[in-house]
């Protein structure tokens, strides 16, 4: 006889103004299992999670939990019912230290006095059960993201959850912080909890889940168990027949590439001992040097904050240097402004896409020729020429399949993911030397994923060279012939393709330096 879930959520809808964010969506949990919710983004895997929760009010559907219908409006009902959920990014308050972040906005035994040694004890216990090691008296500010997220989890854990809510648990972790993450939630499946993994990495629910369920455009696709399935069918199911996987570069390009890695001797980048200086005398970037080639792709590897975006600023010219050069093709950069760098032959993919060469009132159009507006062949003699760019923005459009009504919407209008295509469609609109890409597919599915690499490829194949930024270590792992690792503003060692190794970048994320 099948085991009866202790949680079901039975046909939940849920609309942002016309958006239909889940459509009749089904999902159950067993008890002491690890139940993976595998999608891409947009997929409605947040939120549904966060309607459990009680962060969003489902419009309709049910849930019940060990078989009884439960209403819940709030976080603080889910935390009555044993819920929790930890984001994916931390609520933390980082002048505090680990064990009062903890207790924050719970009952503490000496309230007046604020003498936590009770509370302390109880958490240390808590550590013992479950194998969670973080030092309760180390300040949040000093301490690493797997070290942060065990916080989030020994809160939960705290406030006495049964069932485990984990949105995309390992972003920004290393290798090393994953599988430590991974033994940690099974040692608490052992002790008797349930867990729901959100994630789009097909990878990690084979790795650590025991059920994998999948969904599409706010609809359910499959659930299975994952010895009951291949990886190619959940990879279909979350991407439906809109990708050759066959033919994909996400699923070809690592295996033809071995041993293939061949280095132009020409340097269409040279970075000489660059160091970024804040007015407050912090240093972000401290005597970074490095070389990118004709036709390579240069990989930069690290956990977020460490120094990525000043390295893409300073090299556009959008932060001054404290010290150091930037040469293009041996011509240096010092006197050009960031415009005179782009016209020169840089292209550019920023990191925050809402924010940083997008403009939201503009037209699609006038966001497709952003930064090139004042080039032939869109302007001449100071005026605009309107029906070339037009046409121009069309043919992008087209190409870069951009989801939008026409050249003359309004940029505001279109998804992230829209807008997204929106910067890559400019970046590729012209012949370049460089390409700077910082996570250039975050928020992306899977099939506008494999085209992005696809260009990427395409114009490395001209001889292109590109900085690839990324946080996703898959995607550096696939395209990068080479490797450097990012640590507090400072450059701790490279890999050539061939000495590719995941655990050791991991180290390097970590500050291990490697010598050249």
């Known amino acids: 006889m099948a085991e009866k879930p202790i949680l079901e959520m039975k046909d939940i809808h849920k609309t942002f103004d016309r958006s239909k964010a889940l459509d009749g969506v089904s999902f159950n949990l067993n008890a002491r299992e690890i139940h993976g919710l595998l999608g891409g983004n947009g997929a409605g895997k947040t939120t ?5 929760f009680g962060l969003y009010k489902k419009d309709s559907g049910e849930i019940t939990l060990h078989g009884n219908p439960v209403q819940i409006s709030s976080p603080r009902d889910a935390l009555d019912l044993h819920i929790g959920m930890v984001h994916q990014h931390f609520l933390q308050i980082s002048a505090f ?3 009062e972040n903890i207790v924050l906005g719970t009952e503490v035994e000496k309230k007046y006095s604020m003498d936590l040694s009770a509370e302390n004890t109880l958490i240390q216990a808590l550590q013992k059960r479950f194998n969670i090691d973080v030092d309760l008296n180390a300040m949040m500010d000093d301490l ?14 705290y406030r006495g959850v049964q069932i485990l809510i984990l949105d995309e648990p390992t972003t920004n972790l290393t290798p090393q912080e994953v599988d430590d993450l991974f033994h940690t939630l099974r040692v608490m499946v052992e002790e008797g909890l349930s867990i729901v993994f959100i994630t789009h990495k097909l990878r990690e629910v084979l790795s650590v889940c025991d059920r994998i369920s999948v969904l599409r455009n706010g609809r359910n696709v499959i659930t299975l168990n994952k010895n009951e399935a291949s990886e190619e069918m959940f990879v279909r199911g979350m991407v439906g027949d809109e990708m050759d996987i066959q033919n994909s570069v996400i699923f070809t390009h690592a295996k033809s590439q071995i041993g293939t890695t061949k280095i132009n001797p020409e340097i269409s980048l040279k970075v000489e001992n660059v160091g970024v200086t804040t007015k407050e005398g912090i240093q972000q970037l401290k ?10 792709i240069l990989g930069i590897a690290g956990v977020a904050g460490n120094g990525q975006r000043e390295l893409a600023e300073a090299i556009l010219g959008i932060i001054q240097l404290s010290s150091g050069k930037i040469l293009l093709e041996n011509e240096d950069l010092e006197s050009a402004e960031t415009d005179k760098r782009i016209q020169r032959g840089i292209a550019y993919i920023p990191e925050d896409r809402l924010h940083d060469g997008f403009l939201p009132k503009a037209s699609v159009a006038q966001n ?3 930064g ?3 080039n032939d062949p869109y302007s001449s003699r100071g005026f605009i020429n309107w029906k070339t760019v037009t046409q121009v923005s069309e043919k992008l459009i087209n190409t870069f399949n951009i989801k939008t009504s026409g050249p003359s919407d309004t940029g505001g209008n279109l998804s992230g993911g829209n807008i997204q295509r929106v910067l890559i469609a400019r970046a590729f609109s012209r012949p370049a030397i460089l390409l700077i890409a910082h996570n250039p597919t975050r928020g992306l599915d ?4 494999d085209f992005i690499y696809s260009k990427i490829l395409e114009e490395k194949n001209k001889g292109m060279a590109t900085l690839l930024i990324s946080e996703d270590l898959d995607e550096l792992l696939l395209l990068s012939d080479r490797i450097a690792v990012i640590y507090k503003g400072e450059l701790v060692g490279f ?4 000495k590719f190794e995941r655990y050791e970048i991991g180290r390097m994320m970590s500050g291990y330096r490697v010598e050249a």
């Open 48 to 52: 549904l999670m966060n309607t459990l």
């Open 495 to 498: 890999l050539d393709r061939e």
């Open 144 to 157: 690493p993201m797997g070290s942060r997220q065990k916080v989030e989890i020994l809160k939960a854990l």
């Open 287 to 296: 005597e970074v040097s490095f070389e990118i080639h004709q036709g390579e």
């Open 368 to 370: 497709l020729i952003l």
């Open 446 to 449: 899977i099939p506008s994923m």
């Open 97 to 99: 230290n680990v064990l």
């Open 372 to 374: 090139y507006h004042k």
